[in-house]
């Protein structure tokens, strides 16, 4: 079975800097977040694949970087020029192998203060 422990998240003025992890307990297929905002859908922050391929979201693209240690099956997101509409709760996911259906971390919470 898969787990995804997050950690990082907080409070941060705008334009500041956070950096969220995941780490997984088996080998990952591929890795990232989302993030869902109250009273919105959930949408795509980033994703990075094992040949470490990547996927951004249109409103990160440029700010977000998304990286992963494959040997120690963990993700990194840095997330750099934070806005206020960048608060959310963001939620790990990944898949083990490319069938498999996605597991979620229990989500970290990112505040952007203006």
């Known amino acids: 079975q898969v787990h995804l422990v997050e950690s990082g998240g907080g409070l941060v003025q705008a334009g500041g800097s956070l950096r969220l992890s995941c780490a997984a307990s088996?080998?990952?297929?591929?890795m990232g977040w989302y993030r869902q905002a109250p009273g919105k859908q959930r949408e795509l922050v980033a994703m990075?694949?094992?040949?470490?391929?990547?996927n951004y979201g249109d409103s990160v693209k440029g700010r977000f970087t998304i990286s992963r240690d494959n040997i120690k099956n963990t993700a990194l997101l840095q997330m750099n020029s934070l806005k206020p509409e960048d608060t959310a709760v963001y939620y790990c996911?990944?898949?083990?192998?490319?069938?498999?259906?996605?597991?979620w971390g229990q989500g970290t919470q990112v505040t952007v203060s203006s």
């Open positions: 996911t990944g898949r083990s192998i490319i069938t498999a259906p996605a597991t």
């Open positions: 088996v080998s990952m297929f591929e």
């Open positions: 990075i694949t094992r040949g470490r391929r990547t």
